[in-house]
């Protein structure tokens, strides 16, 4: 339980927001030509890291604030730097340290499971694919289900070839091995050591 002192400061920074933001908002309702009521409210969620309420109060000030007032341009700027700020936010991999995301990707994900996330920015998809010793080793299909399918991240072997060592293929039909030679032939994997494949009687 936090002491009484904590929590009277606690609850005077929370009042003392609500009241700036209040001001802001109320500013807003009696002029919302004025840009100064959207300056502040984006003062106060900026101070809060609240940054998609801080998008929302610039867009409704530019649909009301004349683009000859002084302060346009400053809305304009403002609300860009909100979303420089939300993008940052949301890029919690691309800030990193390299071998933090490294181990994050190594612990938590597997190869199929990290391939979506290769296509969410070329910033993500940039460290996934540099990640050498993550892929090392790949397994392709899985030896208990029948993979009439391969599994989408197959399609990174180009991208990746260069790193790969080791490949095991399971319970893949032959028209599907035959897709993945023709992969292994026109790309570059200079480091292959070794490759299995694995039939079983899910394959006929």
Known sequence: MEPPKVRAETWVQKEKYKNELQDALDMIIFDSEDPTGYLLA????KEKGNK?????VFNMGLKHV???HNNDEALCQRKQEAGSRKAKRMDILGQLPREISNHIIGTYFDQESI???????????NIILNHSEFWKRMTIGKPTLNSKVISPYHMLLPSICQYVQEIEIFN????????????????????IQSLKIRHSNYCK
């Open 172 to 191: 893949i039909i032959n028209s599907r091995v035959t897709a993945l030679f023709e992969l292994f032939q026109t790309n570059n994997f200079s480091k």
């Open 66 to 68: 004349s683009v000859t």
């Open 52 to 56: 998609e309420e801080a998008i929302e």
């Open 115 to 125: 391939t979506p996330c290769s296509r969410v920015c070329s910033t993500w998809r």
């Open 42 to 45: 984006d003062h106060c969620y």
